[in-house]
């Protein structure tokens, strides 16, 4: 199963977040309708096996509780829970401080999320990615410009393997564009021996820590050997893991081509609303009759109108301002702007010129026959145009059968055109 776990911070990083965090905590505050937390749970919730969430950070026990009622409840399909760190421990502190809630159940994957992005979560794209490399960590990476890639971790990575050579957390000099975008997939049996060696080699020499408070860029030496290796529980994700799992060779990134920002500042919760709003709202679509079906590859501008009882195949395209009723368009076809089809069926890859009108006569319900009497001769009353049939633009084809290949450029009327 995969656990999950939402690293959430704490009232004093969200200094940025001002004045709005003054009010609400930063991970509650509502974009697109929701709190910015809710949207990652959302993308959780698209991951099967996923029983349990937990909300890592440092704000008092009662800032979550209301957001998880509801959550609960919106959620059934998985616990969550908010567990508190008793101060800042940092990316990997809280994981490890954790570690036996954590583990509980066994879960044999962990999705780390920093609460602070939005984007679309590909999650499912992740596991499969996990999955397909026999992975021990997958990271989520966007590319962004030159410029703004040292404000984050910077992967270096092999494009062919997917394969994470080089994690630099925010370099001085320009290392890579591929950027982590604080979304994790771990292997449990080996993050959590990561974090464990990274504290012992802590323990081992001392070092410098710039952390918890980077805002201010206070630094502060953190002690050796540390008998009761509770005060020293400081540890970053970024900076004492991430860097030495790139040297093991199962740690990959998926690179997502969708949006993907960071809320830090107050201001940039407006970019996250709007991306978040869009995603939510399907693009325009066409004026559809019911019933109707269309293939999911079949592309139909959002100003045709069709329906009723029609059905679009695969990779058709339908154009502007196109009328389709009563028909079948079979794959590959192309309907052209403003064309007309009626009580007609368009044969594989055949096109329907622009202000084109391709139609047979309604069949009186309760007929079982498919041709009518027409100036007193039996036609066809539905018009059928075979596989790759060409129809010019503004030219009328009123009911006939059209044998395939044929390129109709002029009206035709009750006819077998062969
Ligand atoms: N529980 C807990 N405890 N959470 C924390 C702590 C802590 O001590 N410190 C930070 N977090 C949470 C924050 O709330 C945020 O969701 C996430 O962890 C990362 O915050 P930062 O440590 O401030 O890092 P950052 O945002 O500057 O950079 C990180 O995210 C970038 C993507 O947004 C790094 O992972 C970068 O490499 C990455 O590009
Ligand atoms: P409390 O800890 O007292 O609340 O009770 P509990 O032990 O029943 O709760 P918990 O949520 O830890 O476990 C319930 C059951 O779900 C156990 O059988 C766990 O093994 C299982 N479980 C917990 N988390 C996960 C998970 O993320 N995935 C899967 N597949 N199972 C889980």
């Avoid at 929701?34 to 008092?60: M, Q, S, T």
């Avoid at 009662?62 to 919106?74: G, L, W």
């Avoid at 109707?292 to 154009?319: C, F, M, Q």
Wanted: contains cysteine.
């Amino acid at each position: 199963s995969t656990k999950a776990v939402i690293l959430v911070g704490g009232p004093s990083r969200g200094t940025r977040f001002r004045p709005l965090s003054l009010d609400v905590p930063k991970p509650l505050f509502e974009v697109a309708g929701h709190p910015i937390i809710n949207h990652c749970l959302k993308a959780i919730a698209k991951v099967e096996d996923v029983r349990e969430v937990i909300l890592i950070g440092y704000y008092d026990e009662t800032v979550f509780r209301d957001f998880i009622k509801d959550a609960s409840t919106e959620f059934p399909q998985f616990r969550i829970q908010y567990l508190r760190e008793y101060t800042a421990l940092g990316t990997a502190g809280g994981l490890y401080h954790f570690r036996d809630a954590i583990l509980k159940g066994k879960p044999e994957r962990l999705l780390v999320l920093n609460a602070d992005v939005c984007c679309s979560f590909p999650l499912g794209e992740m596991l499969r990615l996990f999955e397909e490399k026999d992975a021990e960590a997958v990271i989520l990476g966007t590319r962004v410009t030159n410029e703004a890639a040292s404000n984050f971790g910077c992967l270096v990575s092999d494009s062919h393997t997917k394969r994470v050579l080089h994690y630099v957390e925010k370099p001085e000099s320009h290392i890579s564009n591929l950027i982590n975008c604080g979304v994790y997939l771990f292997a449990t049996e080996c993050i959590f021996p990561a974090i464990r060696s990274a504290i012992k080699r802590r323990t081992t020499r001392p070092r410098l820590l710039s952390y918890p408070s980077s805002d201010n860029l206070e630094s502060s030496f953190v002690a050796g050997d540390d008998e009761d290796g509770e005060k020293n529980e400081v540890l970053r994700l970024e900076q004492d893991i991430l860097s030495d799992l790139a040297d093991s060779n199962r740690f990959f990134v998926h690179e997502t081509k969708d949006f993907w920002r960071q809320i830090k500042t107050a201001g940039s919760a407006v970019p996250a609303n709007a991306l978040y709003l869009q995603k939510a709202s399907p693009p325009p679509s066409a004026t559809i009759v019911p019933p109707v079906y269309i293939h999911p590859s079949a592309t139909v501008d959002p100003t045709a109108k069709l329906g009723p009882n029609v059905s679009i195949g695969a990779r058709v395209v339908v154009g502007a301002g196109a009328r389709i009723k009563d028909s079948i368009v079979l794959e590959d076809s192309e309907i052209r702007h403003d064309a007309c089809v009626m009580h007609s069926i368009i044969g594989w890859s055949s096109r329907v010129g622009a202000w084109a009108r391709v139609e047979g006569t309604p069949i009186p319900i309760g007929t079982h026959s498919t041709s009518i009497i027409k100036q007193g001769v039996k036609v066809q009353s539905i018009t059928i145009l075979g596989k790759e049939c060409g129809v010019g633009d503004e030219v009328r084809v009123q009911n006939c059968v059209c044998l395939p290949y044929k390129e109709l450029k002029r009206d035709v009327a009750n006819e077998v055109i062969m």
